[in-house]
C-alpha cells in the first residue's frame, strides 16, 4: 500500500514537470505578445514542416511565436534543384501555413556556401555567368514571395572568423561584388522586403563583426539597399558575450544605418547534462541578447529563435555531446531561460 502511494506520487510529480502549461494559460501572456508589448515587432521561431504533425510541437509554437522562419525549405537547393527549374512547392506550403496561422514570414536564404544545389559546382563559370545563374535566383525566388516576406536573408555568412572573405564559389568566381550584385537584385524583385546580411560570431566587437561594418559602409556607399544586419546569436553557456559588448556592437551597426535582427537565438551547453546553476547561466545568457536588442529600442525590431524545442534543435548534429539549447525542454516544458527573457522584455 504504501509503495502505491509513492509509485503515485512520484508519476503525479512527473506529470506536473512533463505537461506544457495549457495553450489558454500561456495565449495571454505569450513571448510574442509580451515582445509587442515592449515595442518590438515581433519574437519568432525558425521551424520545419515536417515538425508540424508534433501537435504538442505546434501548439506551444502557434501560441509563443509570432512569426515562422523556414529552417531549410526556402534555400537554393530546394527552389531550384536543376538550372533554370524552379519549385517552390514546400516554400509555399511553409508561407501559407504561416499565413493561414497569423504569423509573420521571415524568409530565408538566397545566397549561402551551404544547402545550394550540387549542379554549381559540377559547372566551371565566369564571373559573368555565375553572376547570371545567381541573379536569375533571387529574382525568381524574391519575386515568387513578393509581398509575402517580411524580410529576406540576402547573404548569409559570407566572411571568416578572422575577418577575411570566406572562399566559396560565388566569391571565388565573382569576386565580393556577389554580395553587392545579391542585393541589388533582391532590392529590384521587392522593394518592399527588409533585407539583411546574416552571420554568426559578429555579435560583439571583433575582426568579423568589423568585416561586416565595412561591408555595409561599402554597399552603403554603392548606393545598394541594405536595410539591416542578421545577428545569428549561436552562444554557449558561460562563454556568451556580455549585455555591454552586445549592446556596443549593435549599436555599432545602428550607426551605420542598418537594423539590427537576432535572428537565430540559441545558447547550447558544451557538456550534459546541465546543472542548475548551468540553467541559470543560460538564462542570463539568454537575457544578455534580449537585454541588447530592448536596449536598442526600435533599431533592433525582433528576436528570433533557431527553434524552441530541445527536440528539434540543430545543435547535437553539428556539435557532437552538445546541446540543451533551446527554450523548452524536450518534453516541452519550459527552462529558466524563458521566464528571463520574458522578464527583461517585460522591464
Ligand atoms: O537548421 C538548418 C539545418 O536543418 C540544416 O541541416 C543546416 C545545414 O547547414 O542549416 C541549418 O540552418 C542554419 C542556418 O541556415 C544558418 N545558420 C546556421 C543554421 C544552423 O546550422
Known amino acids: 500500500m504504501q509503495f502505491e502511494v509513492i509509485t503515485a506520487f512520484i508519476c503525479l510529480a512527473w506529470l506536473a514537470k512533463a505537461t506544457p502549461v495549457p495553450l489558454e494559460e500561456r495565449a495571454s501572456s505569450s513571448l510574442n505578445s509580451i515582445a509587442v508589448a515592449a515595442g518590438k515587432k515581433f519574437f519568432g521561431t525558425a521551424t520545419n514542416q515536417d515538425q508540424f504533425n508534433d501537435a504538442s510541437y505546434v501548439d506551444v509554437m502557434l501560441a509563443q511565436f509570432g512569426s515562422l522562419t523556414p529552417a531549410n525549405v526556402q534555400k537554393w537547393q530546394y527552389t531550384e534543384p536543376s538550372q533554370g527549374s524552379y519549385d517552390y512547392s514546400q516554400g509555399d506550403s511553409f508561407a501559407s501555413y504561416a499565413a493561414e496561422n497569423g504569423k509573420i514570414l521571415c524568409c530565408d536564404n538566397l545566397v549561402w556556401y551551404q544547402q545550394y544545389p550540387s549542379w554549381i559546382d559540377s559547372q566551371s563559370w565566369t564571373a559573368e555567368s555565375l553572376s547570371e545563374v545567381m541573379t536569375n535566383h533571387i529574382t525568381s525566388e524574391v519575386s515568387h514571395y513578393k509581398g509575402k516576406c517580411y524580410s529576406w536573408n540576402v547573404v548569409n555568412e559570407a566572411f571568416n572568423d578572422d575577418g577575411t572573405w570566406r572562399e566559396n564559389v560565388f566569391y571565388n568566381t565573382i569576386g565580393e561584388d556577389y554580395i553587392a550584385q545579391s542585393f541589388a537584385a533582391a532590392a529590384a524583385a521587392d522593394p518592399n522586403a527588409i533585407l539583411y546580411y546574416n552571420d554568426y560570431n559578429i ?80 538564462s542570463e545568457d539568454y537575457q544578455a541578447s534580449v537585454g541588447a536588442c530592448a536596449a536598442l529600442g526600435s533599431k533592433c525590431p525582433a528576436i528570433s529563435v533557431w527553434d524552441f524545442d530541445d527536440t528539434y534543435s540543430w545543435i547535437p548534429s553539428t556539435f557532437s555531446g552538445q546541446g540543451d539549447a533551446d527554450l523548452y525542454w524536450a518534453n516541452l516544458t519550459a527552462k529558466p531561460a524563458l521566464a528571463g527573457i520574458e522578464s527583461v522584455l517585460v522591464a
Do not use: C
Open 203 to 282: 555579435e560583439s566587437p571583433g575582426a568579423k563583426a568589423t568585416a561586416v561594418e565595412n561591408l555595409i559602409s561599402s554597399l552603403k556607399s554603392q548606393g545598394i539597399k541594405i536595410d539591416a544586419v542578421g545577428l545569428e546569436s549561436h552562444f554557449i553557456v558561460g562563454e556568451t558575450p556580455s549585455l555591454s559588448q552586445q549592446q556596443q556592437q549593435m549599436q555599432a551597426y545602428a550607426n551605420l544605418g542598418v537594423d539590427v535582427f537576432v535572428t537565430e537565438l540559441d545558447v547550447r551547453f558544451s557538456s550534459l547534462p546541465p546543472t542548475e546553476q548551468g540553467l541559470q547561466q543560460q
